[in-house]
C-alpha cells in the first residue's frame, strides 16, 4: 500500500521538481489529503451531524454549551490526528530516527498547538468578524500548514545526524 501510494504522488512531481525537492512535494500531497478530508470532515459534522444547532451537554467539568462551529473542529481533528499522522509517519517523514511512540507523542504535541490557535482564531472568524465557518476552517488551515511542516520537519520527525 505503501509503495503504492508513493508511486501515485511520485507520478506527479516531475512537472514541481525544478521548485520543490521530492520530499516537501510528498509533504504537501500528504497535507493536501489531510486537508481536504478535515474540509470534507468538518462540512459533515457541521451541516449534516450537527445540523449547524449548538450542542448541549449536562456532563460534570465540561462546558455546558459548545457552539456548532467548535463541535464540528472537535470532531473533524480526531479524524484528520489520525490520517494525518498516518500520512507523515509512513509516506513523508520515513527516514526518523526517533521511535514511533515518540513521533506520535510529537506529533499530538505540535497537533495541540494548533487545536489552540485554530480554536482562537475561529471564534476571532467566526465570531468577531462574522466569517462563515468552513470558510474559515479553509483560511485557518492553510495558515497551519506552514508552521506544521516546519514542526514536523524538525520537531516531531526529527532525523539525528
Known sequence: MRKAL????????PPFSKYISLHTFRYIASGGTTFVAGI?????????????QDVHLDIPFLPK???????????ETVATFIIGFTL????????????????L??????????ILISYALLKVLIESFGFYPTVSK??????????????QKHFSFKVKK
Open 6 to 13: 508513493l508511486k501515485l504522488i511520485d507520478f506527479f512531481y
Open 40 to 52: 470534507v470532515f468538518y462540512y459533515i459534522a457541521y451541516n449534516w451531524v450537527l445540523k449547524q
Open 65 to 75: 454549551l459548545i457552539t456548532a462551529p467548535i463541535a464540528a473542529f472537535a470532531m
Open 88 to 103: 507523515n509517519k509512513y509516506l513523508v517523514f520515513t527516514k526518523s530516527t526517533l521511535k514511533g511512540r515518540i513521533q
Open 105 to 114: 507523542f510529537r506529533y499530538g504535541s505540535v497537533v495541540a498547538t494548533n
Open 138 to 151: 479553509i483560511i485557518i488551515s492553510f495558515l497551519l500548514a506552514i508552521f506544521s511542516y516546519f514542526s
